[in-house]
């Protein structure tokens, strides 16, 4: 069965830090890109990291220098290491792989607080 399966957010205070992961099954993330989204109450959903099936990442203006994309093709797991959260951070993070076919999270939540 092909489940994204993230974890690891929460409630986190600004200027704090969480690591996300992304945990699949039924595929291997060594052969898909993958990236991670955010949507925040009210506002269109939001790309914040890619990371080629090579491994090569990628990331928009409004986090670079701040999220970091990796991986872990052993253990079959993405991650997205997030520094120094703002409030405007804040919203449900889901993880997607794509390649021939395109799989979706139920993500997690991260709030961060002022």
């Known amino acids: 069965q092909v489940q994204l399966v993230e974890s690891g957010g929460g409630l986190v205070q600004a200027g704090g830090s969480l690591r996300l992961s992304c945990a699949a099954s039924g595929f291997r993330v060594s052969s898909y890109a993958i990236k991670w989204y955010r949507q925040a109450p009210g506002k269109e959903r939001e790309l914040v990291a890619i990371i080629t099936s090579g491994g090569t990442p990628n990331y928009p203006d409004s986090v670079e220098g701040r999220f970091t994309i990796s991986k872990d093709n052993a253990k079959n797991t993405v991650y997205l290491q997030m520094n120094n959260l703002q409030p405007e951070d804040t919203g449900v993070y889901l993880c997607?792989?794509?390649?021939?076919?395109?799989?979706w999270g139920q993500g997690t939540q991260v709030p961060v607080s002022s």
């Open positions: 997607y792989a794509y390649r021939n076919r395109k799989y």
